[in-house]
């Protein structure tokens, strides 16, 4: 899916799109478009964890087919390309350059919208994030932590330096008061940017 030539990709999502989104994982394509297919029972937008499989690579191109033949009999479908490396608590061992070659093809295979971790687009170089940028999908910055419930104004900031389409932050709730703080957050500054809260 991709967006018409006078609406953003930030805009386009937001006018095709539900707030649900299933993120889908599989060892293998198989798999992960098996997941897909029962997936779409319930939603149109989802988030293919291209980090999941062997090969995320190889993986772009089926997704594709299978996303060209649901449209042709049902229409579009929404769908995020991730591919978190090990490093920061995906499943990709490669390196930052293969990582952003895989987003960037997934790109021209229709995905709409790219997701980068922080520590990712800490690393890359600002003609590394325009290349990015110019395939005409929307960037997501994303952070994880997987122990606590952070300070989340904190991170805004650091990810708002990279002007992204989409800001997410997921933290690890301990408590319901963690909970509470996620969504009285998301709550206090959805005005200042698209925003994708989670609390674990």
């Known amino acids: 899916m991709q967006p018409t030539q006078n609406i953003s990709p930030a805009a386009y999502l937001r006018s095709r799109v539900g707030r649900v989104c299933v993120a889908l994982q599989g060892a293998t394509v198989t798999e992960l478009l098996s997941r897909a297919q029962a997936a779409l029972a319930e939603s149109q937008f989802l988030e293919f964890r291209l980090d999941s499989v062997d090969h995320p690579a190889a993986a772009i191109a089926p997704i594709a087919e299978f996303l060209s033949e649901h449209k ?16 920061y608590g995906g499943g990709f061992a490669g390196t930052l350059v293969a990582e952003l070659a895989i987003l960037a093809d997934a790109a021209k295979a229709g995905f709409a919208l790219l997701d980068l ?56 709730a301990r408590s319901l008061t963690d909970s509470m703080r996620m969504l009285n957050w998301l709550k206090e500054r ?10 674990m």
């Not at 042709?72 to 490093?87: E, F, L, N």
């Not at 290349?131 to 952070?143: E, H, K, M, P, V």
């Open 72 to 87: 042709a009999r049902h229409g579009d479908v929404a769908v995020i390309a991730p591919c978190r490396r090990k490093a």
């Open 117 to 172: 971790e922080i520590e990712s687009a800490e690393e890359c170089s600002p003609a590394q994030l325009e290349t990015l940028r110019q395939t005409g999908a929307a960037l997501q910055i994303s952070f994880h932590d997987f122990a606590q419930t952070g300070d989340p104004d904190a991170i805004f900031e650091r990810i708002q330096q990279f002007s992204p389409e989409f800001v997410k932050i997921v933290s690890t």
């Open 190 to 199: 959805s005005g200042e940017a698209q925003l994708v809260g989670i609390a």
